[in-house]
């Protein structure tokens, strides 16, 4: 027989001597699960968790309250309700146990739901104000409506909804206006701001300024989804109807900085709305953001858009003329050679043209516009000083601007353009961190993809890959599932083909090259795709498929595509015996490293030199080379030094010497996981005679690559609940995957993950 009680506050209880099983909500991933079937409609998974979170995991409002939540709300698209609303069933519930009470109990119930806070002092001076003695708390005490130990608190989230939804909206307003009278405004002066604008029952521009200052301070903590949620409403109680275009479309860009697109077009939409005959610079701000949502969707076309918003913001706000112009820079840098309606060269030279700044306020962005339009004008020796300019600015400010994927497109690209490899990861490492902190996922997308790729180069092929997967994550929250969402995950490739994983990079290859890709404009994609077929062709030793892959990149040298395939070209062209394209591009590559003078651009230069030397100069070159690379963050171009090194002095009939680089290359490949290269190296040291030693031991963990990530995180000091918010996950689903981590790798702590992963 089974007996069920109700977990009350610990009295004794007649079945205290039976065996207990205690009965908890859903555990997050079985709760996501069922959360998923019942839904009427897709759910965004931010707000799922919240949904989880606030149900506790109880199964049947995990069924009941989607369904009274709209299609834009379960998307993430509109602002959820506050307390989330319960269904028919669960409120019937709980209502009627709360109606059992007297009138001053349900109303004291309504004030302390609707201050989620649980400040005691708030609740107490507006329950006087509203002439409710706090006596009445006692009975839903009894009732087990309320905990004994903080009579703030509803013994279950749910009851806070149905107590709160359950009022009269007279009695809400009515409770939040004395709420906010009794909300000290210098201590938790947004928590005023929202209980004033719950208590309004109409337009009030004084109460929309209140919001409109919250969300300045919330954007400060770095809270977008907040920001966007406050100016929203502020602009619904907006009486005048340009301000409340005005405070819409800023809604609009802290909603698209969030990483919530669909919400920003429709707050862009309905901006346009409000007026008749809307300002030339809102149109102009609109069509502004309009271009910002579609970058990725509808990448090829983004460029014009931003290009004529700029020319119409010239007359009217230089600053936000030169922003735009930034803007439309770094859509070329996305469509690149499939950009239309204009040309990245048109583009370059009309912010070149642009009016200059009034003051030296955003010297970074200045520079970046200078560096990006000079580059796509005339060429890439003259914007290297400017790009040096820019990054200088960020390693002494050691701070980046917020907002949007601009900076992360950017500043990854004026680094590779210049070849600097610390500097990318600096100031890769300051976005993460701000952008984590802020919830930018829009724009942390990016920035991972480009941490993986940082990882990649320095040959931690394990930390790409779980940097890949977080990618992939965001991707589907942010997109759902369709093209778009797989052409983001397949823009990784790059790390695919270090790895020599051929199926799968040939895979991604079509997919980014395909005529989805080609249609809506994603040139990068196609570029990306084309430098990592080559990477992959060289390893496999197809130098002549190698060569066929690199040549478009050459040919229309787009950024920073156009950079990193010079070496690429100078060793296919060498070993395929097309000497005069391996020469072409020697050339270009001598001209932008010695401009550069960073360890990566004279490592590459030197190793790409030797190919093409003489006997009696190349050692030199490729010892000069692997020293240069030792010098930066690149371990895997240093690895491929050595193996070109080895493989020179094997045709030289210098076996042993050989024997010495070919083996150093080899466990290296090994170590990393480059398996082409490795198989590579492991075939030119059995033509010297001697055999190549077993594998890594690292490399075989049999690790996802989250596990992995969650395990490196731990290994480094971090707690679950700070890798959880780390990875926007749950704590208990970061618990889930380390003793997963722990069994497989027959671990019993962190001590002994730090151990391993040092």
Known sequence: MFFAIRDDDGAPSPLDDLEATRVEGLATQEAMVLLNRSAPSPVDPTIAHRIITETQGCPLALVEVPRELSADELAGLAVLPEPLPLGRRLEAQFLRRIRSLPIEAQALMVIIAADASGDEGAIRRAAASLDLPLIAAEVAVDADLIERTSWTTFRHPLIRAAAYNGASSALRRDVHGALAEATIRSEAPDRYAWHRAASASGPDEPIAIELEAAAARTRNRGGYASEATFLTRAAELTPEPSERSRRMLD????????????????????????????????????????????????????????????????SLDVRLARDTY????????????????????????????????????????????????????????????????????????????????????????????????????????????????????????????????????????????????????????????????????????????????????????????GEFAVAIGAGSGVNVARLALATLENGLRHYGEALVAARPLFEEDIPPDGNLILPEIVEAGVRSGDISIAAAALERL????????????????????????????????????????????????????????????????????????????????????????????????????????????????????????????????????????KLYISPNTVDYHLRKVYRKLALRSRRDLRRLFA
């Open 251 to 314: 809604a609009a860009q802290a909603a698209l900085t969030a990483g919530l697109r669909e919400r920003a077009i429709r707050l862009i939409d309905e901006a346009l709305k409000q007026e008749p005959s809307p300002s030339p610079l809102l149109l102009a701000r609109a069509q502004r953001l309009r271009a910002s949502c579609d970058s990725f969707t509808l990448p090829g076309a983004a460029a014009a858009i931003h290009l004529a918003a700029a020319r119409s913001l010239e």
């Open 590 to 725: 001598d001209e932008r490293a010695r401009t550069s003078g960073t360890p990566w651009a004279l490592g590459l230069l030197a190793r790409s030199r030797a190919l093409l030397a003489s006997d009696d100069e190349a050692e030199a070159l490729y010892r000069e080379s692997i020293d240069q690379l030792d010098a930066a963050p690149v371990a895997a171009e240093s690895a491929r030094a050595h193996l070109l090194y080895g493989e020179w002095l094997r045709r030289q009939k210098r076996r042993t010497d050989a024997r010495h680089q070919l083996r150093t290359a080899h466990q290296l490949f090994s170590g990393m996981g480059a398996r082409a290269f490795e198989e590579r190296a492991r075939l030119e040291l059995a033509a010297t005679g001697a055999h190549a030693r077993e594998r890594s031991v690292v490399t075989a963990l049999d690790l996802t690559p989250q596990e992995e990530q969650i395990a490196r995180l731990a290994a480094g000091g971090e707690t679950n609940a700070e890798i959880a918010s």
């Open 326 to 513: 930034i803007e439309a820079l770094q859509a070329t840098v996305i469509s690149a050679q499939l950009t239309s309606g204009t040309s990245p060269e048109e583009v370059a030279r009309a912010a070149l043209s642009a009016p200059p700044p009034d003051n030296d306020r955003s010297a970074m962005a200045d520079s970046m516009l200078d560096g990006f339009a000079t580059r796509l004008a005339f060429g890439s020796n003259e914007s290297i000083p400017l790009f040096r300019n820019a990054l200088d600015i960020i390693s002494e400010d050691d701070v980046l601007p917020t907002g949007r994927t601009l900076w992360a497109m950017l500043v990854q690209t004026a680094a590779l353009e210049v070849w600097d490899a610390v500097g990318y990861r600096r100031s890769l490492d300051l976005l993460e961190q701000s952008q984590r902190a802020g919830g930018e996922l829009d724009s942390l997308r990016i920035t991972l993809l480009a941490l993986s790729r940082s990882e990649m180069w320095n040959g931690r092929f394990g930390v790409a890959e779980a940097y890949r997967a977080e990618v992939s994550a965001l991707a589907a929250a942010i997109e759902g599932e369709g093209p778009i969402a797989d052409m983001f995950v397949m823009l990784s490739v790059h790390v695919l083909a270090w790895q020599g994983r051929e199926a799968e990079v040939r895979e991604a290859v079509s997919i980014l090259t």
